[in-house]
């Protein structure tokens, strides 16, 4: 019987869509190990889900996770 420990942790797109705030592009950077730049500019194309609270960029986790799963 093998006891693959990664398997026992929740995958990084379970993590995300169990916070319960929105997340802001320097949250969703580092968790992607991408750049903010990279997360502003691919929410402003529309690739990845946002929203805009005033002039800042917000990322629901539950969209970004469902994001994450489908690729889209």
């Known amino acids: 019987m093998s006891t693959n420990q990664p398997a026992l942790q929740p995958s990084l797109v379970d993590r995300i869509a169990r916070i319960e705030r929105a997340l802001t592009a320097q949250d969703l950077a580092q968790m992607l190990s991408v750049s903010r730049i990279t997360i502003f500019k691919q929410a402003k194309s529309g690739r990845i889900p ?5 002039t800042c960029v ?15």
């Open 50 to 54: 946002s929203f805009r609270i005033g």
């Open 58 to 72: 917000r990322f629901d986790p539950k969209a970004v996770a469902q994001w994450l799963r489908t690729g889209s």
